[in-house]
Protein backbone atom coordinates (compact mmCIF):
# COMPACT_ATOMS: atom_id res chain seq x y z
CA UNK A 1 0.00 0.00 0.00
CA UNK A 2 1.01 3.75 -0.94
CA UNK A 3 -0.88 5.18 1.83
CA UNK A 4 1.68 4.52 4.69
CA UNK A 5 5.03 4.60 5.71
CA UNK A 6 6.42 3.30 9.27
CA UNK A 7 9.32 5.15 10.40
CA UNK A 8 10.31 3.07 13.51
CA UNK A 9 10.16 5.24 16.11
CA UNK A 10 8.87 7.86 14.65
CA UNK A 11 4.74 8.43 14.62
CA UNK A 12 3.54 6.79 11.43
CA UNK A 13 2.10 9.88 8.67
CA UNK A 14 -1.51 10.38 8.23
CA UNK A 15 -1.80 11.65 4.91
CA UNK A 16 -4.54 13.83 4.00
CA UNK A 17 -5.52 11.38 1.36
CA UNK A 18 -6.41 9.06 3.89
CA UNK A 19 -10.14 9.91 5.14
CA UNK A 20 -10.57 6.94 7.50
CA UNK A 21 -7.28 7.94 9.44
CA UNK A 22 -8.82 11.18 9.05
CA UNK A 23 -12.28 10.41 10.44
CA UNK A 24 -10.36 8.84 13.69
CA UNK A 25 -8.10 11.99 14.06
CA UNK A 26 -11.40 14.29 14.32
CA UNK A 27 -13.02 11.90 16.93
CA UNK A 28 -10.27 12.16 18.82
CA UNK A 29 -10.85 16.22 19.20
CA UNK A 30 -14.42 15.37 19.17
CA UNK A 31 -14.72 13.24 22.19
CA UNK A 32 -11.69 15.14 23.78
CA UNK A 33 -13.68 18.46 23.59
CA UNK A 34 -17.67 16.95 24.54
CA UNK A 35 -15.35 15.16 27.86
CA UNK A 36 -13.83 18.69 28.51
CA UNK A 37 -17.50 20.43 28.49
CA UNK A 38 -19.02 17.67 30.47
CA UNK A 39 -16.90 17.23 33.19
CA UNK A 40 -16.16 21.29 33.17
CA UNK A 41 -20.05 21.99 34.14
CA UNK A 42 -20.08 19.29 36.50
CA UNK A 43 -20.51 21.95 38.96
CA UNK A 44 -23.42 24.05 37.90
CA UNK A 45 -25.59 21.15 38.67
CA UNK A 46 -27.22 19.91 41.73
CA UNK A 47 -26.47 16.25 42.92
CA UNK A 48 -29.98 14.79 41.64
CA UNK A 49 -28.53 15.63 37.99
CA UNK A 50 -24.51 15.69 38.59
CA UNK A 51 -24.56 11.53 38.01
CA UNK A 52 -26.32 11.89 34.50
CA UNK A 53 -24.00 14.44 33.22
CA UNK A 54 -20.85 12.58 34.97
CA UNK A 55 -21.96 9.50 33.08
CA UNK A 56 -22.24 11.31 29.60
CA UNK A 57 -18.89 12.91 30.19
CA UNK A 58 -17.37 9.13 31.06
CA UNK A 59 -18.45 7.94 28.08
CA UNK A 60 -17.11 10.41 25.56
CA UNK A 61 -13.92 9.98 27.90
CA UNK A 62 -13.83 6.40 27.45
CA UNK A 63 -14.73 6.86 23.86
CA UNK A 64 -11.14 9.50 23.38
CA UNK A 65 -9.15 7.07 25.12
CA UNK A 66 -10.09 4.31 22.44
CA UNK A 67 -9.92 6.98 19.30
CA UNK A 68 -6.09 7.79 20.39
CA UNK A 69 -5.59 4.20 20.48
CA UNK A 70 -7.15 3.27 17.08
CA UNK A 71 -5.99 6.31 15.03
CA UNK A 72 -2.64 5.77 15.58
CA UNK A 73 -3.11 1.70 15.33
CA UNK A 74 -5.01 2.84 11.67
CA UNK A 75 -1.96 5.32 10.85
CA UNK A 76 0.53 2.63 11.27
CA UNK A 77 -1.10 -0.56 9.74
CA UNK A 78 -3.90 0.36 7.71
CA UNK A 79 -6.03 -1.73 9.57
CA UNK A 80 -9.10 -1.44 11.20
CA UNK A 81 -8.55 -2.23 14.77
CA UNK A 82 -11.94 -4.32 15.31
CA UNK A 83 -10.81 -5.48 18.94
CA UNK A 84 -10.32 -1.96 20.93
CA UNK A 85 -13.29 -0.84 18.38
CA UNK A 86 -15.82 -3.38 20.47
CA UNK A 87 -13.64 -2.98 24.10
CA UNK A 88 -14.77 1.06 23.57
CA UNK A 89 -18.18 -0.18 22.82
CA UNK A 90 -18.57 -2.72 25.95
CA UNK A 91 -17.94 0.34 28.43
CA UNK A 92 -19.95 2.88 26.55
CA UNK A 93 -22.84 1.17 25.48
CA UNK A 94 -24.16 -0.37 28.98
CA UNK A 95 -23.09 3.38 30.26
CA UNK A 96 -25.79 4.39 27.83
CA UNK A 97 -27.91 2.20 29.17
CA UNK A 98 -27.30 2.97 32.60
CA UNK A 99 -28.57 7.32 30.96
CA UNK A 100 -31.76 5.52 31.00
CA UNK A 101 -32.14 4.33 34.38
CA UNK A 102 -30.93 7.28 35.45
CA UNK A 103 -33.50 9.55 34.05
CA UNK A 104 -36.31 7.53 34.33
CA UNK A 105 -35.77 7.34 38.74
CA UNK A 106 -37.68 9.80 39.25
CA UNK A 107 -40.28 7.86 38.08
CA UNK A 108 -39.41 5.14 39.97
CA UNK A 109 -37.34 2.81 37.67
CA UNK A 110 -35.71 -0.45 38.92
CA UNK A 111 -32.40 -1.41 38.88
CA UNK A 112 -33.58 -4.73 37.21
CA UNK A 113 -34.91 -2.22 34.01
CA UNK A 114 -31.07 -1.25 33.85
CA UNK A 115 -29.67 -5.02 34.44
CA UNK A 116 -31.90 -6.23 31.32
CA UNK A 117 -30.79 -3.32 29.05
CA UNK A 118 -26.91 -4.00 30.25
CA UNK A 119 -27.31 -7.69 29.38
CA UNK A 120 -29.15 -6.97 26.16
CA UNK A 121 -26.53 -5.14 25.27
CA UNK A 122 -23.86 -7.03 25.67
CA UNK A 123 -25.70 -9.80 23.61
CA UNK A 124 -25.64 -7.19 20.91
CA UNK A 125 -21.94 -6.53 20.85
CA UNK A 126 -20.39 -10.26 21.72
CA UNK A 127 -22.66 -11.68 18.95
CA UNK A 128 -21.59 -8.79 16.54
CA UNK A 129 -17.69 -9.43 17.46
CA UNK A 130 -17.85 -12.77 16.71
CA UNK A 131 -19.56 -12.04 13.50
CA UNK A 132 -16.53 -9.97 12.63
CA UNK A 133 -13.96 -11.95 13.84
CA UNK A 134 -13.92 -14.95 14.93
CA UNK A 135 -16.66 -16.27 12.71
CA UNK A 136 -16.59 -13.98 9.39
CA UNK A 137 -17.84 -16.66 7.45
CA UNK A 138 -21.14 -17.00 9.29
CA UNK A 139 -21.43 -13.15 10.02
CA UNK A 140 -24.76 -12.48 8.65
CA UNK A 141 -26.27 -15.20 11.21
CA UNK A 142 -24.32 -13.63 14.39
CA UNK A 143 -25.75 -9.93 12.73
CA UNK A 144 -29.02 -11.34 12.82
CA UNK A 145 -28.82 -12.77 16.70
CA UNK A 146 -27.33 -9.16 17.27
CA UNK A 147 -29.85 -7.60 15.61
CA UNK A 148 -32.32 -9.01 17.39
CA UNK A 149 -30.71 -8.09 20.47
CA UNK A 150 -30.86 -4.25 19.31
CA UNK A 151 -34.88 -4.83 18.41
CA UNK A 152 -35.59 -5.93 22.02
CA UNK A 153 -33.72 -2.73 23.35
CA UNK A 154 -35.85 -0.70 21.10
CA UNK A 155 -38.84 -1.99 21.85
CA UNK A 156 -38.01 -1.61 25.26
CA UNK A 157 -37.28 2.14 24.94
CA UNK A 158 -40.15 2.55 22.77
CA UNK A 159 -43.11 1.04 24.31
CA UNK A 160 -42.09 -1.19 27.05
CA UNK A 161 -41.38 -0.82 30.76
CA UNK A 162 -39.18 2.31 30.07
CA UNK A 163 -41.18 4.03 27.92
CA UNK A 164 -44.38 3.59 30.35
CA UNK A 165 -41.53 4.84 32.94
CA UNK A 166 -41.37 7.73 30.80
CA UNK A 167 -44.56 8.51 30.17
CA UNK A 168 -45.29 8.52 34.25
CA UNK A 169 -42.59 11.04 34.64
CA UNK A 170 -43.92 13.43 31.58
CA UNK A 171 -42.69 16.74 31.17
CA UNK A 172 -38.39 17.57 30.69
CA UNK A 173 -37.93 13.64 31.17
CA UNK A 174 -40.34 12.28 28.88
CA UNK A 175 -38.93 14.87 26.49
CA UNK A 176 -35.45 14.17 26.77
CA UNK A 177 -36.72 10.58 26.66
CA UNK A 178 -38.33 10.78 23.28
CA UNK A 179 -34.97 12.07 21.84
CA UNK A 180 -32.65 9.49 23.31
CA UNK A 181 -35.12 6.71 21.67
CA UNK A 182 -34.90 8.26 18.58
CA UNK A 183 -31.10 8.11 18.79
CA UNK A 184 -31.16 4.40 19.38
CA UNK A 185 -33.54 4.08 16.29
CA UNK A 186 -31.89 5.91 13.89
CA UNK A 187 -28.46 7.11 14.82
CA UNK A 188 -27.37 3.23 16.35
CA UNK A 189 -28.83 1.86 13.07
CA UNK A 190 -25.77 2.84 11.43
CA UNK A 191 -23.93 0.34 13.01
CA UNK A 192 -25.33 -2.78 11.77
CA UNK A 193 -24.57 -0.95 8.04
CA UNK A 194 -20.87 -0.77 8.54
CA UNK A 195 -21.44 -4.23 9.84
CA UNK A 196 -22.81 -4.65 6.54
CA UNK A 197 -20.29 -2.67 4.63
CA UNK A 198 -17.34 -4.73 6.66
CA UNK A 199 -18.32 -8.25 6.29
CA UNK A 200 -19.88 -10.58 3.50
CA UNK A 201 -23.21 -11.83 3.26
CA UNK A 202 -26.36 -12.15 1.19
CA UNK A 203 -25.90 -8.01 1.46
CA UNK A 204 -22.37 -7.75 -0.25
CA UNK A 205 -23.96 -5.71 -3.04
CA UNK A 206 -23.39 -2.90 -0.45
CA UNK A 207 -19.62 -3.03 -0.91
CA UNK A 208 -20.32 -1.07 -4.07
CA UNK A 209 -21.24 2.18 -2.38
CA UNK A 210 -18.18 3.01 -1.53
CA UNK A 211 -18.41 3.39 2.10
CA UNK A 212 -15.97 2.75 4.49
CA UNK A 213 -16.92 0.55 7.93
CA UNK A 214 -14.51 2.75 10.03
CA UNK A 215 -15.83 5.81 8.28
CA UNK A 216 -19.56 4.54 9.05
CA UNK A 217 -18.54 3.71 12.62
CA UNK A 218 -16.68 7.15 13.52
CA UNK A 219 -19.56 8.96 12.19
CA UNK A 220 -22.15 6.92 14.33
CA UNK A 221 -19.67 6.95 17.78
CA UNK A 222 -20.27 11.04 17.19
CA UNK A 223 -23.45 11.62 16.71
CA UNK A 224 -24.33 8.88 19.52
CA UNK A 225 -21.85 9.40 22.24
CA UNK A 226 -22.00 13.30 22.27
CA UNK A 227 -25.52 13.76 20.24
CA UNK A 228 -26.86 11.72 23.15
CA UNK A 229 -24.63 13.28 26.19
CA UNK A 230 -26.07 16.91 24.81
CA UNK A 231 -29.56 15.68 25.30
CA UNK A 232 -28.91 14.55 29.22
CA UNK A 233 -27.06 17.83 29.64
CA UNK A 234 -29.73 19.57 28.69
CA UNK A 235 -32.54 17.99 30.32
CA UNK A 236 -30.07 18.41 33.37
CA UNK A 237 -29.96 22.16 32.65
CA UNK A 238 -33.82 22.51 31.74
CA UNK A 239 -35.14 20.63 35.37
CA UNK A 240 -32.65 23.03 37.34
CA UNK A 241 -34.57 25.89 35.52
CA UNK A 242 -38.36 24.88 37.08
C1 LIG B 1 -20.89 4.42 21.38
C2 LIG B 1 -21.15 3.22 20.74
C3 LIG B 1 -22.39 2.74 20.40
C4 LIG B 1 -23.66 3.48 20.70
C5 LIG B 1 -22.42 1.48 19.71
C6 LIG B 1 -23.52 0.84 19.31
C7 LIG B 1 -23.41 -0.35 18.57
C8 LIG B 1 -24.46 -1.03 17.99
C9 LIG B 1 -25.86 -0.59 18.12
C10 LIG B 1 -24.12 -2.22 17.22
C11 LIG B 1 -25.02 -3.04 16.64
C12 LIG B 1 -24.77 -4.21 15.79
C13 LIG B 1 -25.89 -4.80 15.21
C14 LIG B 1 -27.29 -4.36 15.56
C15 LIG B 1 -25.82 -5.93 14.24
C16 LIG B 1 -24.43 -6.12 13.67
C17 LIG B 1 -23.40 -6.08 14.73
C18 LIG B 1 -23.36 -4.76 15.50
C19 LIG B 1 -22.63 -5.07 16.81
C20 LIG B 1 -22.53 -3.76 14.68
Redesign the pocket.
Same mark, same amino acid.
Given at each position: MTNFMIIPGLIAKLLPTDYVGFTFFVGCMAMMAASAFFFLSLNQFDKKWRTSVLVSGL?TFI?AVHYFYMRDYWTTFQESPTFFRYV??TL??PL?CVEFYLILKVAGAKQSLMWKMILLSLV??IT /?YV?ETIDRPNAWIW?LI??LA?FVIVYEIWLGQASKLAQAAGGNVLAAHKILCWFVLVG?SI??L /??MLGTDGWYSGIHGLGLNIDVAYNL??AI??IGFGLVVYNLALQSQKD
Open positions: IADWTVMML /GGGSGYWYP /GYADNK
